[in-house]
C-alpha cells in the first residue's frame, strides 16, 4: 500500500497542525472591517473568532490576489459572497503553495510566489543599480573637480597667487600684533629667510610668521605666507624648526596649498568669489574685506595627499641642508615630541596638531633619512 496522500496542516502521523494568520473582513454591505485571525484547516480556511466563525471557506471556492507595493498584503476573496480577507502577511502563500498540483488555490499560491521573488529580485538590482550610482557620483565629481582645480591652476599666474599671499600676509599681521613676540617672530624669520635664501629665484616673497598658540603645529598659505605656533617654537630647536618650515615651503612652492585651497573653496566658498579675490575675475577689492575672514578659515583646515607630503618632505630636506641644518630634523623632531608622550616608538595617531595634520609615519621617516643620505653622498662627490 502506498503512502497516502497528506492534506495541508496534516502530519503524516493524522496529527492536524493548524496556521492562523492574523487578518482583517471586510463582510457584505460595506460592513466595518474586522480585525480576526484566520486558520488553515484541511481543505478549507476558518475566521475563528468572528461573525464567520461557524462558516468554513472551501479552497475550491477561493481566489487570491496580492496587492500593495511593498509591503505587500494578500487578498482573499470568496466566491458568491461579499467577503475580503486581507492579511498583512505574505507567508501564507508558502503555506497555501503547499496544496496539492492540482489544486486550483495552490497553483494560484505558487504563481504569486514566484512572482513576489522576482520583484524582491528586481528591486534589490535597482536599488544595488542606485547604491552603486551614489557612491559614484562623489567620485567621479571629485575626479572632475581635481582635474577642473588642476587646469585653473595651470592658467593661473603665480604673480595672482602671490597678490593673494601679501593680503594674507597683511591679515595675518595684523591678527598677531596684539600679542606677538618678537624673540619668537625674529628666530622664525631668520630661519624661514635663511631657508628662502637658497631658492632660485622663487615665484612668490615669503612671510613668516608666529601664532600665540600652544598647539606644536604649523601652515602654510598660498603665496608663500608660513605660519608657526608658538608652541612647536618652543619645542623645537633650530634643526628641527628648519625641518618643519622647509616642508611648508614645499608646500607653497609645489602650489599644494593653492590647490587644496580651491578645492576646499570649490565645496564652500564661492570659487568665482576666490577668482575675483586673486583679481582673476575682475576687481577684487569689493570682495576683499567680505572674503578674506571666511578665506582664512578654510585655509587653517588644509590636508594634503600623501604624495604631496612626500614631495614637500623631499624639498624641505635640500632646502635645510643646503642652509646649513640637518636634513633630518623633522623626523627628530617627531620622535623627541612622540616620546614625550609615551609613544615609545613614535606612534602619529598619538599625536595631535602637525602630525594631524601633516602625519609622519615609518615609510615617510624612512624616506626622509634616505634623501639625507643621498644629498651628503652628492655633496661628497663634488
Known amino acids: 500500500m502506498g503512502p497516502r496522500s497528506t492534506k495541508i496542516g496534516e502530519s503524516l502521523e493524522g496529527e492536524t497542525k493548524l496556521a492562523e494568520y492574523h487578518c482583517r473582513v471586510y463582510g457584505e454591505g460595506g460592513v466595518e472591517a474586522q480585525s480576526t485571525h484566520l486558520r488553515i484547516e484541511s481543505d478549507h480556511i476558518r475566521l475563528t473568532d468572528s461573525a464567520y466563525a461557524n462558516n468554513p471557506l472551501p479552497f475550491d471556492r477561493l481566489d487570491l490576489e496580492v496587492v500593495g507595493s511593498g509591503p505587500y498584503c494578500v487578498q482573499i476573496k470568496a466566491q458568491g459572497q461579499e467577503l475580503t480577507i486581507v492579511l498583512p502577511d505574505v507567508a501564507i502563500l508558502s503555506q497555501l503553495g503547499a496544496l496539492p498540483m492540482n489544486s486550483r488555490l495552490g497553483k494560484q499560491a505558487r504563481l504569486l510566489k514566484d512572482s513576489l521573488v522576482k520583484k524582491h529580485r528586481s528591486h534589490r538590482k535597482q536599488w544595488t543599480i542606485v547604491v552603486a550610482a551614489l557612491v559614484a557620483i562623489p567620485v567621479l565629481a571629485f575626479i572632475f573637480l581635481n582635474a577642473v582645480i588642476n587646469q585653473s591652476i595651470a592658467q593661473i599666474d603665480p604673480s595672482y597667487e602671490a597678490r593673494l599671499g601679501t593680503w594674507i600676509a597683511e591679515s595675518q599681521e595684523r591678527k598677531s600684533s596684539a600679542d606677538k613676540n618678537e624673540a619668537q617672530e625674529k628666530r622664525v624669520r631668520a630661519i624661514g629667510e635663511k631657508l628662502v635664501a637658497h631658492l632660485q629665484k622663487p615665484p612668490y616673497k615669503f612671510f613668516f610668521f608666529v601664532a600665540q598658540d600652544p598647539e606644536i603645529n604649523a601652515c602654510a598659505y598660498p603665496g608663500g605666507v608660513v605660519v608657526v605656533n608658538s608652541g612647536l617654537v618652543e619645542a623645537g630647536d633650530d634643526d628641527e624648526l628648519a625641518g618643519v618650515i622647509g616642508h ?36 577684487g577689492a569689493d570682495l576683499h574685506g567680505k572674503h578674506l575672514a571666511e578665506l582664512m578659515e578654510e585655509l587653517e583646515s588644509l590636508s594634503y595627499s600623501r604624495g604631496q607630503e612626500a614631495a614637500a618632505d623631499r624639498e624641505g630636506v635640500l632646502m635645510a641642508m643646503r642652509a646649513g641644518y640637518s636634513g633630518e630634523g623633522l623626523v627628530n623632531f617627531f620622535d623627541k615630541e612622540s616620546k614625550k608622550k609615551g609613544a615609545a616608538g613614535g606612534v602619529a595617531e598619538q599625536l595631535t596638531g602637525l602630525f594631524s595634520t601633516h602625519p609622519l609615519d615609518k615609510e615617510r621617516m624612512a624616506a626622509i633619512r634616505a634623501e639625507v643620505a643621498k644629498y651628503k653622498n652628492e655633496s661628497k662627490a663634488k
Open 248 to 283: 611648508e615651503i614645499g608646500h607653497v612652492l609645489h602650489r599644494d596649498t593653492l590647490r587644496a585651497t580651491m578645492h576646499n573653496l570649490s565645496l564652500g566658498l564661492s570659487f568665482s568669489a576666490f577668482l575675483h579675490l586673486i583679481g582673476l575675475g575682475g576687481d
